[in-house]
């Protein structure tokens, strides 16, 4: 893994970390400033805030591929704006997967087509056969 990228999760956490550990230190000192506890608290929120925000940002919207697999209408690919590593593999992932699901498909039609056109062939073939029916052997 490349030292100069780094996610941004992980310095996030970092500064949470670091301020919380100020915040415990300022509390249990005797001579408190409540001034500096109150900042540091509102640092907190705001730094859980922004980082809720960050997880949460890295949604990806799966329900649509999802609905148009169930529905067995596969004409679409995965697509995000967003340039964060594990959305791009994932998007890799997800296209790779209805790729191969198209081919499977592709495949089973062809070979219901083919087993049809046998059918068919088999049954107009047969078919003199069933007017001599009456005359067995």
């Not at 089973?108 to 059918?119: A, V």
Request: hydrophobic share 45%; charged share 20%.
């Amino acid at each position: 893994m490349d030292s100069k990228k780094h996610s941004p999760l992980v310095t996030r956490i970092a500064i949470l970390v670091a301020t919380i550990v100020m915040f415990a230190f300022l509390v249990s000192a005797n001579n408190r400033s409540y001034i500096l506890i109150l900042a540091l608290l509102g640092a907190i929120i705001f730094q859980v805030k922004l980082l809720l925000k960050e997880v949460e940002g890295h949604d990806v919207p799966l329900g649509s591929i999802f609905d148009s697999i169930r529905f067995d209408e596969i004409t679409q690919t995965f697509k995000s704006d967003t340039n964060s590593d594990t959305v791009q593999k994932l998007q890799g992932e997800l296209n790779d997967a209805l790729t191969k699901l198209k081919q499977a498909r592709k495949e089973k039609d062809s070979e219901y087509q083919s087993s049809k056109t046998l059918y068919s062939t088999w049954a107009s073939a047969c078919s003199p056969l069933s007017a001599m029916a009456p005359f067995r052997l």
